[in-house]
């Protein structure tokens, strides 16, 4: 009797299913470049939407263009900044007009950072301060902010 029960998910699709998906894969920069080109507005607007639902191709495509300056897609400051520091138990309004010098610079060191594709995807999958904290250089700054507002 033979076992058709696949072992695996590579098993279960054809050879056809799998030929497309590499090519869906492959696709992604230049369809992630062509939108860019094509529908900027309607990019951005999805890129700057953490909840919008991609395919995670595309997700790793626009998180690598994040990261070598898709700036003009999205301001770290404004789109990843706040629910970064929610993470941490922070909000803008925590910073107070003493503070508004040391807020800003936090937001410069954001809107430079070379991980925000990295930023934009972990905040997409709803990661917790503890991962965030092993890349984003403003994890610090929250901590003490955090720790200082306790």
Known sequence: MRND???SSHASRSWRQRLGGLLFDASMPRMVKEMRRVAGPTFQAMVRDLDTPMA???EREVARTLNRGGS????PAVT????MMARFGLTAGDFGAEERTFFTEMQSVCNRCPVAGRCWQALRAEAGWEQCRGFCPNAQAFEQKALAAA
């Not at 003009?72 to 301001?75: N, R, S």
């Not at 990843?80 to 629910?83: H, R, S």
């Open 5 to 7: 029960t696949p072992t």
């Open 56 to 58: 995670p191709a595309f």
């Open 72 to 75: 003009e897609d999205l301001i």
């Open 80 to 83: 990843l900044m706040p629910p």
